[in-house]
């Protein structure tokens, strides 16, 4: 960030001269005018009105940094804003949630502003940009977390005595070790490091190992904070009786994750500020106080000394002293369910986070849920099918796949939802306008709610294309530079280079993985390559199948299966990831939603060289998951109050952050969603290449099903694969059967 010594030293004159000017006191010629304000365009410095303004009146700046304006740190806040009061200091409040490029930029606009002092709760390992506040004259008073490596001034909690009283008593008077969970923060914090050494230290004094005590670590943001405390526990059973967190900031997350559990019976102490307040929360909170308002006070008293005397003031560490814990009471009794839903689901990772928020919906509403899921859609859309033949209301709720759109709006299978969206307008609204209209075809009938939104991308190990040995192999071998592919043609020569047996010496043993399940998996793979070779299925309602254009197109998939794993007619999503997060593959074509299984991975450790780019061509193939209501069902109300539930506010977000991108604009928005999901960042250049699936009608007008299609070209696919015939041959089949189906157009 610019300042007025950077404009001063630009222009050639000195910061008094800038200062005049800028304050029209000045009396110098037009071509120091020029200059000075050339200076200020050409750096776009911005002056600060409101700082010239206070500091004209004689107030000194004084700046406070905190991860979130709430809870403990608004009373930190009060403290020293009450200890200032009495002096013409303004304070200056600004937050990062722990974000380290976030406290960087506050630290530069403080030291542009000018301010005397800085308050922080610091989330820094590298104290340089501390150091370059400090040469610049700037006092610095840490709170809450201190730094070893640097002599600065300090208040702090007397965390590691609060914990290790609490735990003495419980293990003295009330538990077990094994019924204690102690969940704490980010340990490379001071203030989380001396709880747990508290906790450890009562353990030992009660004559049992550190080991046995049950403790965790999760994220301050509250969002990631709930995803890890979902992954830590499986079952409600899981969760122990008493629960020791470190910091208010981690209570609102575990109270979700309570509450989706339906848990009664859990204890839970946490160290909290003056002005939180159990009061209408539960009646297990055990509140442990902190004086946090006196803390800000004495914050405020050490910045008052350096400020008057900072030649002769030295640093100060102080610990506030925290009063002593009473036990708790139980949860109070949640009644019994009544009513029910019957859900149909297909296995993804969508799904399994919907299911873990599955107790709280119940919960909350008094509706028991069943579900069924199928391993693959296939299966899901025979079931649909058979439900719909036959009448059946034996299900509530469909999970349904965009291909089904069309062709489930014509045949009424499921229930038109227009009637409840036109009383839910800022509802519908919420969702990502290019995706709603993409899945619902704009204002006509809607039939399915976007529950989860997925694009086709390049995955690829970063490793092996940044590795100078591999491009000047490359070079030798193609005469190219090792790069990302832009086109089908270079993706083959890129998967033939990093497959061993073309390349002997290749680190990998396929370039890499095709899927193979008919007949999703094949035509996932297919329909890019296809319009990237500009080819069709249906042209002016001529069936054009046999094209010169999808010849190449595959032809080009042939060559991509010489370089892939082999045996891949098994291969859906799941088992495609899994073979690529072990290593040994180069890179992939697949959906979004399943980067962050590659990067939580159990079977490799590809997770820091995962690189992710837009599909080689122009185009890749929606893949969106909608929720629909079955067309007889008999609850419509209750069945789309699910939907709406798991769509909505709190509960969106919680499904984006478990099992992948909700398409809703807050979702889209978050900080924290870019933070787990950073290619969604690129969310709308991703929409612009996504194509939907061509929708074909017979004679008659009406719109054939998909599966019947894409089953004619996936068993060509399969066939031309295997080498049982041509592709030309293939080709002029399916263009027969396709024919048949339509029945020659009128």
Same mark, same amino acid.
Not at 1 to 17: E, L, N, Q, W, Y
Not at 229 to 251: F, H, K, Q, T, W
Not at 685 to 712: F, H, L, P
């Given at each position: 960030?610019?300042?007025i010594?950077?404009?001063?030293?630009?222009?050639?004159?000195s910061?008094?001269?800038?200062?005049?000017i800028?304050n029209?006191?000045?009396?110098?010629?037009?071509?120091?005018y020029?200059?000075?304000?050339?200076a200020?365009?050409?750096?776009?410095?911005?002056?600060?009105?409101l700082?010239?303004?206070l500091?004209?009146n004689?107030?000194?700046?004084v700046g406070?940094?905190?991860?979130a304006f709430?809870?403990?740190?608004?009373?930190?806040?009060?403290?020293?804003?009450?200890?200032?009061?009495?002096?013409?200091?303004?304070?200056?409040?600004r937050?990062?949630?722990?974000m380290i490029?976030?406290?960087?930029?506050?630290i530069?606009?403080f030291?542009?502003l000018?301010?005397?002092?800085?308050?922080?709760?610091t989330?820094f390992r590298?104290m340089?940009?501390?150091?370059k506040?400090?040469?610049?004259?700037?006092?610095?008073?840490?709170?809450?977390?201190?730094? @070893?490596e640097l002599?600065?001034?300090?208040?702090?909690?007397?965390?590691?005595s609060?914990?290790?009283?609490?735990?003495?008593?419980?293990?003295?008077?009330?538990?077990k070790?094994?019924?204690?969970?102690?969940?704490?923060? @980010?340990?490379?914090?001071?203030?989380?490091r001396?709880?747990?050494?508290?906790?450890y230290?009562?353990?030992?004094?009660?004559?049992?190992?550190?080991?046995?005590l049950?403790r965790?670590?999760?994220s301050?943001?509250?969002?990631?904070?709930?995803?890890d405390?979902?992954n830590?526990i499986?079952?409600?059973d899981?969760?122990?009786?008493?629960?020791?967190l470190s910091?208010?900031?981690?209570?609102?997350?575990f109270?979700?994750m309570?509450?989706?559990?339906?848990?009664?019976?859990?204890?839970i102490?946490v160290p909290?500020?003056?002005?939180w307040?159990?009061?209408?929360?539960?009646e297990?909170?055990?509140?442990?106080?902190?004086r946090?308002?006196?803390?800000?006070?004495?914050?405020?008293?050490?910045?008052l000394?350096?400020?008057?005397?900072?030649?002769?003031n030295?640093?100060?560490?102080?610990v506030?002293?925290?009063?002593?814990?009473?036990?708790e009471?139980l949860?109070s009794?949640?009644p019994?369910?009544h009513r029910?839903?019957?859900?149909l689901?297909?296995?993804?990772?969508m799904?399994?986070?919907?299911?873990?928020?599955l107790p709280?919906?119940?919960r909350?509403s008094?509706i028991?849920v069943?579900?069924?899921?199928?391993?693959?859609?296939q299966e899901?859309y025979e079931?649909i099918m058979k439900?719909?033949?036959?009448?059946?209301?034996?299900?509530?709720?469909?999970?349904?796949?965009?291909?089904?759109?069309?062709?489930?709006?014509?045949?009424?299978?499921?229930?038109?939802?227009?009637?409840y969206?036109?009383?839910e307008?800022?509802?519908?609204?919420?969702?990502?306008?290019?995706?709603?209209?993409k899945l619902n075809?704009g204002?006509?009938?809607?039939i399915?709610?976007p529950?989860?939104?997925?694009?086709?991308?390049?995955?690829?190990?970063?490793?092996?294309?940044k590795s100078?040995?591999?491009?000047?192999?490359y070079y030798?071998?193609?005469?190219l530079?090792?790069?990302?592919?832009?086109?089908?043609?270079e993706y083959?020569f890129?998967?033939k280079?990093?497959?061993?047996?073309f390349?002997e010496?290749?680190p990998t043993?396929?370039g890499?993985?095709?899927?193979g399940?008919?007949p999703?998996?094949l035509?996932?793979?297919f329909?890019?390559?296809?319009?990237s070779f500009?080819?069709?299925?249906?042209?002016?309602n001529?069936v054009?199948?046999d094209?010169l254009?999808?010849v190449?197109a595959?032809?080009?998939?042939?060559e991509?299966?010489e370089?892939?794993?082999?045996?891949?007619w098994?291969?859906?999503?799941n088992?495609?990831?899994e073979?690529?997060?072990?290593?040994?593959i180069a890179?992939?074509?697949?959906y979004?939603?399943?980067?962050?299984?590659?990067l939580?991975?159990?079977?490799?450790?590809?997770? @820091?060289r995962l690189?992710?780019?837009?599909?080689?061509g122009?185009?890749?193939?929606?893949g969106s998951?909608?929720?629909?209501?079955?067309g007889?069902?008999?609850n419509?109300?209750?069945?789309?109050?699910?939907?709406?539930?798991?769509?909505?506010?709190?509960r969106?977000?919680?499904c984006?952050v478990?099992?992948?991108?909700?398409?809703?604009q807050?979702?889209n928005?978050?900080?924290?969603?870019?933070?787990?999901y950073p290619?969604?960042?690129?969310?709308?250049?991703?929409?612009?290449?996504?194509?939907?699936r061509?929708?074909?009608r017979n004679?008659r007008?009406?719109?054939?099903?998909?599966?019947?299609?894409?089953?004619?070209?996936?068993?060509?696919?399969?066939?031309?694969?295997?080498?049982k015939?041509g592709i030309?041959?293939?080709?002029?089949?399916c263009?027969?059967q396709?024919k048949?189906m339509?029945r020659?157009?009128?």
């Amino acid at each position: 960030m610019p300042t007025i010594k950077d404009v001063a030293k630009k222009s050639g004159v000195s910061i008094a001269t800038v200062s005049n000017i800028l304050n029209n006191k000045a009396s110098v010629s037009e071509e120091i005018y020029q200059r000075v304000y050339s200076a200020m365009e050409e750096l776009d410095y911005k002056p600060n009105m409101l700082a010239r303004n206070l500091k004209s009146n004689g107030v000194k700046f004084v700046g406070i940094i905190v991860p979130a304006f709430l809870g403990i740190y608004q009373d930190i806040i009060e403290g020293i804003q009450r200890e200032l009061s009495e002096y013409d200091f303004y304070l200056i409040t600004r937050t990062t949630n722990d974000m380290i490029n976030k406290e960087k930029k506050l630290i530069d606009e403080f030291i542009g502003l000018g301010v005397c002092g800085i308050f922080v709760v610091t989330s820094f390992r590298d104290m340089e940009y501390y150091k370059k506040a400090a040469d610049a004259g700037i006092s610095l008073v840490f709170i809450e977390r201190t730094v @070893d490596e640097l002599n600065y001034s300090s208040v702090v909690f007397d965390n590691r005595s609060m914990v290790r009283n609490l735990l003495r008593s419980l293990l003295t008077k009330t538990c077990k070790v094994e019924e204690l969970w102690l969940i704490t923060g @980010d340990l490379s914090y001071s203030s989380e490091r001396d709880f747990l050494e508290g906790a450890y230290l009562a353990v030992e004094e009660a004559g049992m190992q550190a080991k046995e005590l049950k403790r965790s670590q999760v994220s301050f943001s509250e969002l990631q904070a709930f995803a890890d405390m979902m992954n830590l526990i499986g079952r409600a059973d899981e969760i122990p009786p008493y629960v020791i967190l470190s910091s208010e900031r981690i209570l609102e997350s575990f109270m979700e994750m309570l509450s989706i559990y339906d848990r009664k019976d859990t204890h839970i102490f946490v160290p909290v500020g003056e002005r939180w307040s159990s009061a209408g929360r539960s009646e297990s909170i055990c509140e442990i106080p902190r004086r946090a308002v006196y803390c800000g006070k004495r914050c405020a008293q050490l910045m008052l000394e350096f400020v008057k005397k900072p030649a002769t003031n030295e640093n100060t560490q102080i610990v506030i002293p925290t009063q002593e814990v009473k036990e708790e009471q139980l949860i109070s009794y949640i009644p019994a369910l009544h009513r029910s839903l019957k859900i149909l689901l297909t296995s993804n990772a969508m799904t399994t986070a919907l299911l873990r928020l599955l107790p709280a919906f119940m919960r909350e509403s008094g509706i028991q849920v069943e579900t069924k899921i199928f391993t693959y859609q296939q299966e899901l859309y025979e079931e649909i099918m058979k439900q719909y033949e036959s009448g059946s209301s034996e299900y509530d709720v469909y999970m349904m796949d965009s291909p089904w759109i069309e062709y489930f709006r014509q045949i009424q299978c499921v229930l038109t939802l227009n009637p409840y969206l036109e009383k839910e307008k800022e509802y519908v609204k919420s969702f990502v306008p290019e995706i709603w209209n993409k899945l619902n075809g704009g204002n006509g009938r809607i039939i399915g709610i976007p529950l989860v939104s997925m694009t086709q991308l390049l995955l690829y190990r970063r490793d092996l294309f940044k590795s100078p040995a591999l491009q000047r192999a490359y070079y030798r071998k193609n005469g190219l530079e090792l790069g990302l592919p832009s086109t089908w043609t270079e993706y083959n020569f890129l998967a033939k280079f990093f497959t061993r047996e073309f390349t002997e010496d290749s680190p990998t043993e396929y370039g890499t993985c095709l899927l193979g399940k008919k007949p999703n998996g094949l035509i996932q793979e297919f329909f890019p390559r296809q319009w990237s070779f500009h080819g069709a299925i249906m042209n002016k309602n001529q069936v054009v199948i046999d094209s010169l254009q999808n010849v190449r197109a595959v032809r080009n998939l042939m060559e991509a299966y010489e370089c892939s794993l082999p045996q891949i007619w098994d291969l859906m999503e799941n088992e495609q990831i899994e073979a690529f997060a072990k290593g040994n593959i180069a890179f992939i074509s697949t959906y979004s939603g399943h980067i962050k299984s590659i990067l939580d991975s159990q079977f490799g450790s590809i997770g @820091d060289r995962l690189g992710y780019a837009v599909l080689p061509g122009k185009y890749s193939l929606v893949g969106s998951w909608l929720l629909a209501v079955n067309g007889n069902c008999q609850n419509p109300d209750t069945a789309f109050s699910f939907i709406k539930w798991i769509t909505s506010g709190t509960r969106a977000m919680q499904c984006s952050v478990l099992g992948g991108f909700m398409p809703k604009q807050t979702v889209n928005l978050s900080e924290q969603i870019k933070t787990i999901y950073p290619w969604n960042e690129h969310l709308e250049d991703y929409v612009k290449m996504e194509r939907q699936r061509e929708n074909i009608r017979n004679a008659r007008g009406t719109y054939i099903n998909n599966y019947s299609i894409e089953g004619v070209i996936a068993d060509g696919l399969q066939d031309v694969l295997c080498k049982k015939c041509g592709i030309e041959e293939m080709l002029e089949d399916c263009k027969e059967q396709i024919k048949a189906m339509v029945r020659e157009w009128k």
